[in-house]
């Protein structure tokens, strides 16, 4: 595991990893990419013209994607220097991709037959890719959850007040405990426990996966707080610290830039999952993709300020990846060949709230990526540490500063080597 200098005690062990890996691969992935439609939502919030819960029910009996190759997605998140990926077990429909033994509504009762899940763990475990699991708490299907002989968008919160609850809590720890003991080693647990998810009892779950994968990290949709906050299409523009709550998702709500970073010891971890195009499902009428530009400067946004950048995938009905999907993320993996050393294994550097840079540190370094290309001259003002030397990781060209009193003088050429993003590292003492 790489050491990113937090210094003793300030990097638990269970995180270490997680801290230092910095991108992953989301994967949002069922029948639903048959219809082109959003995972669940469609019968959970219909739209006039939409799919009917009704055919939304039947699409698993024509699911078949024969092209599926757990390496194919390992092998495009290894091309785009991603360091784990997180799979959707379950979404809020309640439809299993792996043989679950509490259901008949699963992967391996379509024509496919074969367990999703099973095949990307084990692949994962071959060829040293964590993988995590997305389980929904919410579920369409099941009874206990809701009554079920009414459309999902009438109930589809769930009836924690029915007598049926608790089968319902059961049968997450029945399924949970699966995926805990199935599956081999788990990276971590994602949780998208929707709206008032007190009604889970989250410590108890949270209890049942340090039972069964002590190392097994817990994110914060289950009630309680877990080991990461998680926020959805949207990088805070602050270094999340202990005590504060970002929501799920953007409400718009901003806090103060801050220009010193705060102490390591009042960090909160945190991660940011973010689409390519605007939805989680594969969707043949989305096409307002993002550029790999924005996709990697999103990446560099997030590493300064100390999180993780989750990036979703919506693979296709018969198993693939589409190609304007791989397309960006190999560019984001030819970036990452130059200048992951100022991403992989950093936390955030020391200066915040510059408009033209953005700062990620690990022992010994200071990275500089240069978001607005400056005329002839980088100014940094704020940095107490010594500045030893200066080069371009791209091209590796040497550069001449000046330091006095705190402020930073690096001189840069003309032009920059990289189009999407240059760094600058700075060996300080």
Partial sequence: MRDQGLGPGLANDRTRWYRDAKFGMF???????????????????????????????????????????????????KAAGQQYMVFTTKHHDGFCMFDSSYTDYKITNTPYGRDVVRQLADAGRRRDMPVGFYYSPPDMHHPAFRDTTKLAKENWNGEPTRPDWPMYLEYMRLQLTELLTKYGPVALIWFDGLHHQEKYDGNRFVELIQKLQPATLVNDRIGVPGDYQTPEQFIPNVIPTKGVRFAATDSGVRQELKS??????DFQLWETCMTINKTWAYNANDREYKSAEFLIRSLVEVASRGGNFLL????Q???????????????????????????YGTTYGPVQNMKSIRTTAKRGRLFLHIFDWPSSTLEISGLE?????????????????????????????????DSNLTVVAVRTL
């Fill in 27 to 77: 994967i949002h992935w069922g029948p639903y990419s048959l219809a082109s439609v959003e995972a669940s939502w469609p019968i959970m919030t219909p739209t006039p013209g939409g799919i009917s819960e009704a055919e939304y029910r039947e699409l698993p009996r024509r699911f078949n994607p024969s092209k599926f190759d757990a390496n194919h997605f390992i092998d495009l998140a």
């Fill in 385 to 417: 540490a010594k500045a030893m030397s200066a080069h371009m990781l791209a091209g590796g060209q040497s550069l001449k500063f000046r330091q006095t009193e705190g402020r930073l003088r690096i001189d840069l050429p003309q032009h920059p080597p």
């Fill in 260 to 265: 010193v970073a705060p102490p390591p010891e």
């Fill in 312 to 315: 979703n995938v919506g693979p």
């Fill in 317 to 343: 009905p018969d198993g693939l990846i589409q190609l304007e999907f791989q397309q960006r993320l190999r560019a984001i993996g030819d970036w990452l060949a130059v200048n992951g050393e100022s991403i």
